[in-house]
């Protein structure tokens, strides 16, 4: 499936006769199309902007381009949509429920986990979160910090044909570094939420 996306990227651009920035005119709004749809994986665009606009370059762009569709989406369907979401797709996003409780408890927290680790699609996670009784600021953090880690990773992962090993090792030391930063916040803040939760699965 992703080298066909990948041939059918490689096909649109070509026949467009885009390439170095001009890309963005394609790779933008597929980016918000896939923040809808879920139609292809995120990685592939990632890739393929780290290989145009070198890894910080890449990254950054992608960052941007996710932010935007992400947001895009969950406007879309909280203010315009939600009704009908809820209507039909309430019943599909059953098997999500645990993590839809995890969002509605633990807010940015879950939404940055759930973008770094490609547990569900990203558009999936914005219907969750349009449904879910999370803040607007909430939102943005979750998406502005969960796009941050899934890109800077994957970004870093798809370099590697790109750039010398010791600047690779760079990169991921200090994705590494974020992480853990990320992870004393989350402790902090939600520490007497994981004692709850670690007492109710003990009884």
């Known amino acids: ?22 890309i963005l005119l394609v790779t933008v709004p597929l980016t918000v199309l896939q923040s809808l749809f879920g139609f292809f994986p995120l990685a592939v665009l990632i890739v393929l902007h780290v290989s145009v606009f070198n890894v910080i370059g890449g990254m950054l762009v992608s960052w941007l381009a996710c932010n935007i569709g992400a947001m895009l989406t969950y406007f879309l369907f ?8 809820d209507r039909k797709w309430r019943s599909k996003l059953k098997r999500y429920d645990k993590w839809q409780r995890y969002l509605d408890r633990y807010g940015v927290w879950t939404l940055v ?15 969750m979160s349009a449904v879910s009784p ?15 880690s ?7 992962l798809g370099s590697t044909l790109i750039v010398s090993r010791e600047e690779w090792n760079g990169f991921l030391l200090w994705y590494g570094v974020f992480v853990v930063i990320l992870i004393g916040i989350f402790i902090r803040r939600h520490w007497g939420h994981l004692q709850e939760d670690k007492r109710s699965r003990m009884e």
Request: glycine letters at 8%; proline letters at 6%; zero cysteines.
């Open 1 to 22: 499936m992703t080298e066909t996306i990948n041939a059918w990227i490689d096909w649109l651009l070509q026949s467009l006769g885009l390439s170095g920035p001009y």
């Open 78 to 85: 909280r203010r315009f949509l939600f009704d009908w979401f």
């Open 113 to 127: 986990l759930l973008r770094t680790v490609p547990i569900m699609p990203s558009n999936v996670i914005n219907f």
């Open 134 to 148: 999370m803040k607007v600021p909430a939102f943005i953090w979750g998406t502005v910090l969960g796009n941050l």
């Open 150 to 156: 899934y890109i800077w990773l994957f970004g870093t």
